[in-house]
């Protein structure tokens, strides 16, 4: 089914709403994008008709419900391909699945001296957990550099393995700079030295192509609220050797086999990493959001923001005022960038005056923009709603922030 | 549909009576089951001749009137049938709980097939299949030497 | 503004709905309750109208959603008097605010050899958290022993505190016998020790009247799905003087003060603990949850709740095949029952039939259980919407298993 | 309303050509002030006579206009008042701020008052308050001798 980005865009109920009197333009999709009528009415008819808590009852709203649920790991299982629906758990959000890795990754393999292998372009997400680790430990985190263009290099990753390297954990797509990781070479790189792969997926999977099989990595942390997804449901991909032997992380109800007063016994995964009553409603609400993304198609979606980053860049470039922070040659759809005398604070402002919603700060990030100079930074980023008129509008509104401050 | 057609008289009978619920002498094969959600718990004791046949075959546990019922018809049905043939009633079995198919493998007698057949009421009961399969993953995993405990999910 | 229960019951859709034919008579409230339109129709509209990632860019939507998101956070203050808005802390559920209580205390406070005090009542969101410290730290829990009645006495917690005891964690309502347990004398029998005191207040919240400061306790862990509120959202309240000292749990963005490449700090709580993007539309949601329940009156839920609980008690009572698991003088709205000769999972399918929807199992917690000498039980618990009608027809469907089963 | 009135002249003059931006001499207080939101960033310096007066006070840091010129202006006015004095100022502003009063306080000459209310298009702007009031906290912290790091939150 072929759609145009128009029809596309009349499905997300937000963009009826007017901000400060104007249209809506939301450059703001690498925080969390907005959801499809689909996925809301879905949440609230899964209230209205559906609900009950899963897993744990013989009633048949439980039935329905848990069916539901587990509908959407096995479509996730799908959209992503990985081997099993065991390999799919369900977490609070990206961050999450990565702590979860990073605890008990770390509580069973991780010792004084050991080195986590992570680079200059991580999340906070994707280092403070491991920070915990060395703490805790007494591990060692090694960054791997970024360049100017805001790359890492796999020569950069490369020469920091060393025999003492236990994880390597990696962002698939910079949310500063857009880079795209090479995660293959990378992981078969690591393989060779049977070091496990960990990718931080949040600007993975809402913008390109993911199959864990062809990925290859260990695994894989998901954000669904950007996937225009509920919030609240994050995902966590790993292969299921690794399940098999990690210890669980959150314990509680459900996740559990046989409980004695002097031991206790877990079953498998996914259950084992499923502690307590679960996002019942977000998950079955974002089995909406991955339909909605096959209907449209990954291809075409990639496709169609690829077209919007390179007219962006375009136009943006021609404002010689502006710096734009990294010039990676494999690029997602993101443009962080600084006005020259003007703090990203006060471009947000200016901005969202003229209904265009950006984000300003450091975008968790703060090694990466220490390392390009800066405190702060303004970032653009896409989704499948943006157009070319969408670009006209921020960049004219930054020639209104030229204006303001007369730079 | 009737509540009744879950619970046929044999079910209940079987349920409340179940056949060879024991630690069969002589066994060479066991295996533990467990259902988490339930809690149905089951413990399958197979003594298997050199020929892979079914020489005795008996079970411990307990759960809900399906699982007991389900584990003591299986005991009665199995005795004395070779391995392969044990598999091929339960992929049959299967397709009867979650296709609503009939029964349809000649290796049954008739009254075998009768018995088997007062669980079809199931299919219609998804939360309950598992409680019905159990016993049946169950000696499986003890026929074919499994170490873990065999888990419905 | 006074309501009666068919115009309470009116305002949840589900009961618009039809389980085989029947209608639904839902009494599994101890595992979730259902929600009201006002609290569906908030979240519709917050995706609809409002939708941003909160806290971290300075756009208007984003400004919006902040303010919504921290408004829950006052109301929650508010209805549980805490006494500051940092004590209230957003979790994914209340197993959740457990294990972060349980990790961090554990980790600064429990040594090898310490007690963590607790009851066989304990849901196992209450246990398996503590028995991971112990296999961590070497420490000790101890049970305080519950008698037939299904209570705990306060002398059988009072005996077991030792110099060694560091925490003391136990649930306020018991999820399988309804007990309720006298918190505030356990509070000041351990102050005059110092020993801090967790609540797992799951049961509590919905159908109690809490109060923090009269209460008096450490920490209380609450389960917001179970308080006519959305999925994916717990809250921990903890006494300030207590997220002043205890470390972070989850690391990632929006938890951070300043990130450097060899050590990272902290901003005080609740930001500490917080990390990544929050189930903000659940949060804003769970608001009109809180509103619900003011606006009907937790007094009135209190009141309305006992009487058909005596009446519940009296009805079954009447057949002398069911057996009630336990009978504690000071009881909430919880009736677990045996019936000779059936298994649980048997009557809850026979009670489906007939639209009862009710829970069978161990309820997660079968130390309980063990100690009742049952592997399983049926339960019936009661929300605001429940009748005497309800009731009746919950009666009738046991005789039908009766029936069923020539008992 | 336009943007230009929350980044009217006096504003833009004080967030690109901030006044007593450095370490002053002899400072005897000093506190760092942090909006973790933005990262905005002061470090606010104190000379307090005996008697509580403000003989001298500076700030080194970062951060957006709003927050430059909110620092700049408040060093500007503050210098040689008492610090009760400075704490009423501090109230009012934050009132007008809040609830967009005007600034009614009579310690003021009418040049510190206009520079002041430069400052009220802040008001419309409930995500930049924090940027505008951020020096002033920090201050406070300072002259009252806290340890922690102000934080706006
Ligand atoms: C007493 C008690 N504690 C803890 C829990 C766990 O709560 P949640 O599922 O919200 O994590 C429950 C409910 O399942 C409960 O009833
Ligand atoms: C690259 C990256 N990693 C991790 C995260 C954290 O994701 P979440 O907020 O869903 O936990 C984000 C988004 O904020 C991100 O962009």
């Known amino acids: ?407 | 549909m009737d509540i009744k057609e879950l619970y046929q008289e044999i079910v209940l009978d079987h349920g409340k009576n179940p056949r060879n619920k024991k630690k069969c002498h002589g066994f060479n094969k066991d295996a533990k089951g467990h259902n988490p959600l339930c809690g149905d718990k089951v413990h399958v004791f197979v003594k298997l001749d050199k020929e892979k046949k079914v020489e005795d075959i008996s079970f411990e546990g307990e759960g809900c009137a399906i699982s007991m019922a389900s584990a003591s018809i299986m005991t009665e049905t199995i005795k004395g049938k070779e391995f392969n043939v044990a598999k091929k009633i339960l992929e049959n079995f299967l397709n009867m709980l979650k296709e609503g198919s009939k029964m349809s493998i000649n290796s049954l007698t008739e009254d075998e097939n009768t018995t088997m057949m007062s669980l079809s009421g199931v299919k219609r009961f998804p939360m309950r299949v598992k409680c019905a399969t159990l016993a049946w993953h169950t000696f499986i995993h003890a026929a074919e030497g499994k170490e873990e405990t065999a888990v419905t999910e």
């Open chain 1, 1 to 407: 089914m072929f759609m145009d980005i128009k029809t596309i865009k009349s499905q997300f109920p937000i963009f009826k709403n007017k901000i400060n009197g104007k249209s809506l333009i939301y450059l703001d999709n690498a925080n969390s994008s907005q959801k499809p009528k689909c996925v809301i009415d879905r949440i609230s008819k899964f209230y209205s008709k559906e609900f009950s808590n899963i897993g744990r009852s013989v009633h048949s709203l439980a039935v329905t419900a848990t069916n539901r649920f587990e509908e959407t790991r096995d479509l996730m299982k799908e959209y992503i391909n990985a081997k099993s629906r065991e390999e799919i758990i369900f977490t609070k959000n990206a961050t999450e699945a990565i702590n979860l890795v990073a605890s008990t990754f770390g509580e069973k393999f991780i010792n004084s001296g050991d080195e986590i292998l992570i680079t200059e372009l991580e999340h906070h997400a994707n280092y403070v957990p491991w920070h915990f680790l060395r703490k805790k430990k007494g591990a060692i985190i090694k960054f791997a550099k970024c360049n100017d263009k805001g790359e890492v290099n796999v020569d950069e990753i490369k020469k920091l393995i060393t025999n003492k390297t236990k994880i390597i954990s990696i962002t698939h797509l910079s949310n500063v700079t857009g880079y795209i990781m090479p995660i293959k070479e990378i992981v078969d790189l690591a393989s060779e030295k049977k070091i496990p792969v960990l990718v931080d997926g949040c600007q993975g999977a809402p913008h390109l192509e993911i199959d864990m099989q062809k990925l290859g990595c260990d695994f894989y942390a998901i954000s669904c609220h950007k996937m225009y997804g509920p919030t609240g449901v994050g995902v966590l991909y790993a292969k299921k050797k690794w399940l098999d032997v990690l210890p669980p992380y959150q314990g509680g109800g459900g996740m559990i086999e046989e409980v004695k007063k002097d031991s206790i016994t877990f079953p498998g995964s996914p259950t084992k990493y499923e502690a307590g009553t679960l996002q019942t409603a977000e998950v079955v609400g974002f089995s909406e959001s991955i339909r909605f993304i096959k209907d449209v198609g990954i291809k075409k979606i990639m496709q169609h923001e690829k077209e919007i980053l390179e007219y962006g860049l375009e136009q943006i470039k021609k404002n010689n005022t502006v710096r734009i922070i990294g010039d990676p040659k494999n690029r997602g759809s993101i443009i962080s960038f600084t006005i020259k005398g003007i703090h990203p604070h006060d471009i947000a402002t200016i901005l969202d005056e003229d209904g265009v919603a950006i984000r300003a700060g450091h975008h968790c990030c703060q090694i990466l923009h220490e390392k390009m100079g800066i405190a702060a930074s303004a970032r653009a980023s896409l989704g499948i709603y943006n157009t070319k008129e969408d670009i006209d509008v921020l960049s004219s509104s930054i020639k209104k922030c030229n204006k303001v401050f007369n730079t």
